[in-house]
């Protein structure tokens, strides 16, 4: 296993915080993502210059949530909020089970338009397109804003220049009733894209064959940033699709530059807005659109962000466009990637084909298929599915060609929305099929049956294995343009100002957050500690059971003893004094957490009196779930490795401690300040001090209010 790289008032809202946060320079070098992250966040220290790692309160430009509208309904309303903070940062895009008619589908529809119209909130109904490529058209997603959705793949925002990323359900009802909710800034990574495409090689192809040749975490949970000669000539329709499927290769943004590539593709949209009326001097031009407008654009022309020398980057990483040739993902796995041309030779036979979903559903990606399906028919025994990425998009595609040409080789439409890819309405791979999709993601079961296999490739390629019934490339694509059918060029960078490291500036805490954290140590030595071992699956849906219940079984699929262990050794401990929270202080391996969105995984620990929990790393999902039921988690890896190699069975995790305990005490006492991340442990060997990275003042304000529930709750109250 690879471990993952230590994290070493509204005049015009996007004009004004433009303007506001581009005034001075920081003394501190940021990268862009950085910098865009510091205009967002709220109640900064004075002087405070973000940075990865840091935890900070964002304040979003805008929210999405699509067909999920509906828990999210129902989370705001159970937290007792009746009032959206600011409508104008909310948008609803109802897109995932657009094909489903049915009277309880409807319904649930009916009710999210419903409150969307109470609210006042922009709302986009089934059939309008998939809500990311929504946002992208109608500018919700903008260069140097920050933009999150309720969505694994608001990462795609990054193609136009903007920080996209995920949220969970919790986090949009926080920003619906407060405007804001806490975030970690991920670690940096820059993937440096040099050459030149041949021709006939795509933005899919570049996703693809990152996915498969940097395929141990290098990217994991981190956000990206695509620099380097090569992205000049990328299309911004390749760089959305690019930035979308940073997603399936781990990371949590993924962001190009605003260069003049994009802001020629803002040009042409609004040259298309104004052609929405006839022109006439006795007709008044029609309004300005509320997001993509001259005057935003020039003031993006005005003070464009880069990043800032000697801003730092946990990993550099470089990949040769030149040496790239059109490459397939699968079967079932991104982390496989092949030479299209060296897959072709295997001839492997198809019965479902897809250009459907946000990743490749564009025009281009249509006009790029139809070119290949021209006056052909679509094979004997296949089955092609299309759907455009928007309504918008299809009606473009109309008026160009593309798409009666798709129609007339035999291609069947579907509705524009996630449909197949998400694995809901018609079309789905059955038993034993194979597919081959332009969609982002090829996980077992995902599109179809578990038993069936799924490929991802180009529009194009998609296309041209639909007409010829096995996977293999258009007749257009001329081979002897093309680089040798090798693996392509690509490798980490070694750069020396990745190992430095920017120390932490010490804040003052928030009032009522403890100084320290002490108690007993207790020692998991394994990796990958999933969140069914941490509290079992069979408990998960027993809405009726209490904490003290969860206190009893909590860790009970990896240790049984565990609770009734750290039971006896609560009595024994007691704080130094009133600003030190004493409790079971829990320390395991890398990725601890990780497995499903069950909070109960967090909520059982914090029972059980585990206050605090370090780690080599944590699973995105399980931090998000601690943080947000008050269960402070911090990463430690020197203490980690210390530990294993002392207690660890033959000196490493994932065999338990030496005398075959899986909970490993020894006595040890620990203290962590909180002032300055100093770690004390004392113990039999004597006394030894650590370095970790505190938690900001965001989280420190959901503990003191105990949770993000707590914290929505005291926003109310203020407001009212």
């Avoid at 020039?298 to 470089?318: E, K």
């Avoid at 999709?437 to 490739?457: C, D, E, F, I, V």
Wanted: charged share 20%.
């Amino acid at each position: 296993m690879r471990l993952p790289p230590r994290i070493s008032s509204r005049v015009h809202p996007q004009t004004a915080r433009f303007f506001a946060s581009s005034a001075s320079t920081p003394r501190i070098p940021q990268t862009i993502i950085e910098k865009v992250v510091q205009k967002y966040s709220a109640g900064l220290p004075n002087g405070k210059v973000v940075k990865a790692g840091d935890y900070v309160m964002i304040r979003p430009e805008h929210v999405m949530t699509h067909d999920n509208t509906g828990p999210v309904i129902s989370k705001f309303k159970s937290i007792g909020a009746t009032k959206i903070t600011d409508p104008r940062q909310t948008v609803f895009t109802l897109d995932h089970d657009v094909q489903n008619k049915s009277d309880k589908n409807l319904a649930k529809y009916a009710t999210i338009e419903a409150f969307a119209r109470t609210h006042g909130i922009d709302f986009y109904p089934a059939g309008r397109g998939i809500g990311h490529q929504v946002l992208v058209e109608e500018g919700y997603a903008f260069p140097h804003t920050l933009t999150v959705a309720s969505d694994s793949h608001s990462n795609m925002y990054g193609g136009v220049a903007c920080v996209g990323t995920p949220i969970v359900r919790t986090d949009a009802a926080a920003l619906w009733a407060t405007g804001k909710t806490w975030w970690q800034v991920p670690r940096m990574v820059k993937v440096e894209l040099r050459g030149k495409l041949a021709p006939g090689v795509t933005g899919k192809d570049v996703i693809v064959a990152l996915c498969g040749s940097f395929n141990n975490d290098e990217v994991l949970n981190a956000a990206i940033e695509f620099t380097g000669e090569g992205i000049s000539a990328l299309s911004v329709d390749d760089r959305l699709t690019i930035s979308n499927m940073t997603t399936e290769w781990g990371a949590l943004v993924g962001v190009f530059p605003a260069d003049e590539m994009l802001f020629g593709w803002y040009e042409n949209a609004l040259k298309k807005l104004e052609q929405r009326t006839f022109a006439s001097e006795s007709i008044p031009p029609p309004p300005e659109h509320p997001r993509i407008n001259r005057r935003r654009l020039d003031a993006l022309r005005a003070t464009n962000l880069t990043s800032d020398i000697g801003a730092q980057y946990s990993t550099h990483l470089i990949f040769d466009l030149s040496t790239l040739v059109p490459h397939v993902s699968g079967p079932n796995s991104v982390k496989v990637s092949t030479p299209l041309p060296k897959l072709e030779s295997q001839q492997i036979g198809i019965q479902k084909a897809y250009l459907v979903s946000c990743t490749n559903s564009r025009v281009s990606d249509i006009a790029a298929a139809a070119s290949v399906v021209e006056g052909k028919k679509i094979a004997d025994g296949v089955d092609f599915y299309v759907a455009a990425a928007s309504s918008q998009v299809q009606a473009e595609a109309e008026k160009l060609g593309h798409w009666d040409k798709l129609v007339a080789a035999g291609a069947k439409v579907l509705p524009a929305g996630c449909g197949p890819c998400i694995g809901l309405g018609t079309g789905l791979l059955e038993e034993g099929e194979v597919g081959i999709s332009a969609t982002n993601r090829n996980y077992k079961g995902r599109m179809g049956h578990p038993k069936a296999q799924a490929y991802l490739a180009s529009p194009a390629v998609v296309a041209a294995s639909a007409v010829k019934g096995f996977i293999c490339s258009p007749s257009s694509l001329d081979a002897t343009s093309l680089p040798p059918a090798d693996a392509p060029t690509f490798y980490i960078a070694s750069d020396p100002s990745n190992a430095v490291e920017i120390p932490q500036a010490e804040e003052p805490l928030f009032p009522g957050f403890p100084a320290a954290f002490s108690g007993r140590l207790l020692f998991a030595p394994q990796d990958n500690l999933n969140t069914d071992a941490l509290y079992p699956g069979k408990y998960t849906y027993q809405d009726d059971i209490t904490l003290e219940r969860q206190a009893e079984v909590v860790m009970e699929n990896y240790d049984p003893s565990f609770a009734a262990h750290v039971a006896t050794v609560l009595p024994t401990l007691s704080a130094s004094d009133e600003s030190t929270k004493s409790g079971v202080v829990l320390v395991s391996g890398y990725n601890f957490g990780t497995g499903s969105s069950r909070e109960q995984a967090a909520t059982a620990l914090k029972a059980a009196g585990v206050p605090l929990v370090i780690a080599g790393s944590f699973g995105d999902i399980f931090k998000r779930n601690a943080i947000n039921n008050g269960l402070v988690c911090l990463e430690c890896p020197e203490l980690v490795a210390d530990l294993t190699a002392t207690y660890g069975k033959d000196g490493v995790r994932g065999a338990g401690g030496r005398e075959g305990e899986l909970t490993v005490d020894k006595g040890h006492e620990i203290r962590v300040s909180m002032t300055d991340g100093k770690i004390t442990l004392c113990g039999p060997g004597g006394e030894k001090t650590y370095k970790v990275r505190t938690v900001g003042a965001s989280v420190q304000e959901l503990w003191v209010c105990g949770g993000l529930e707590g914290f929505i709750l005291k926003s109310i109250r203020t407001q009212a």
